[in-house]
């Protein structure tokens, strides 16, 4: 299997959590583009769900294929996420980020009794970090948040679009990418890195998921999170 197809795999296993009468929280980028393509198949064959978007993108997809949509304003509790990664680690924790949604997507994910992450095969990692880690800043604390980040023994570059100006986010925030390296107690990094003024969110999701659907040439695995 291609990467592609791998992805494509895994996002159809992921139907198989989502039940008549779900609210269902739809993530962002390109595997779960293929959720919602299959969530809306599965709605024109009958499927009774509402959706709850993690970015604009998302929303205009799942509106375009007639997926009905509702907001976090209507259900603060949300029966199943599906969503992608850009780094899977052993014990599932993660690295999102990589198209700028984390923010609206990890405040989805902690309203979900349960979150599915689907992804393909390059995404696992022994341990987090070969991807730079987004951290999402207001753009008044920006050069201070980088100075702080840099202290903790990192790169900080600012994402940028294809214009040469600073990447702005769905709420109007800027994109520091990190580039930490190997990152051998995440829940640590995660924690100081919340502590700075003017940081909104970071892209590390520490003991959020329950499942990752992993497509491999052979099909697709499912990893479980360890039990607490």
């Not at 929280?25 to 583009?33: D, E, I, N, Q, V």
């Not at 970090?129 to 050069?143: D, S």
């Not at 800027?174 to 700075?196: K, Q, V, Y």
Request: some cysteine; charged content about 20%.
């Amino acid at each position: 299997m291609t990467l592609d197809s791998e992805k494509q795999a895994a996002a159809q296993a992921s139907m198989r959590f989502v039940q008549d009468g779900n609210i269902v929280g739809l993530g962002s980028g390109s595997t779960a583009a293929y959720v919602v393509r299959f969530l809306a198949e599965r709605v024109r064959a009958g499927l009774k769900i509402r959706c709850i978007p993690t970015s604009n993108d998302t929303h205009e997809l799942a509106a375009s294929l007639g997926i009905p949509l509702t907001t976090l304003d209507e259900f603060q509790s949300i029966d199943v996420t599906i969503d992608g990664a850009d780094e899977i680690d052993p014990q599932l924790d993660l690295i999102k980020g990589g198209g700028a949604a984390f923010l609206r997507e990890k405040i989805v994910a902690s309203a979900s009794r349960q979150l599915v992450i689907v992804a393909d095969s390059s995404k696992l990692v022994p341990v987090l970090g070969k991807v730079p880690l987004p951290v999402e800043v207001i753009p008044f604390a920006q050069a201070l948040v980088a100075k702080e980040i840099a202290a903790l023994g990192d790169t900080v570059s600012i994402r940028r679009d294809s214009s040469g100006k600073p990447w702005t986010t769905d709420e109007g925030h800027h994109i520091l990418d990190c580039h930490f390296g190997r990152i051998p107690d995440a829940a640590t990094l995660a924690r100081a890195l919340e502590d700075i003024p003017g940081v909104v969110a970071h892209g590390l999701f520490i003991h959020m998921a329950n499942v990752a659907l992993v497509g491999k040439d052979s099909g697709v695995q499912a990893l479980h999170a360890p039990q607490s």
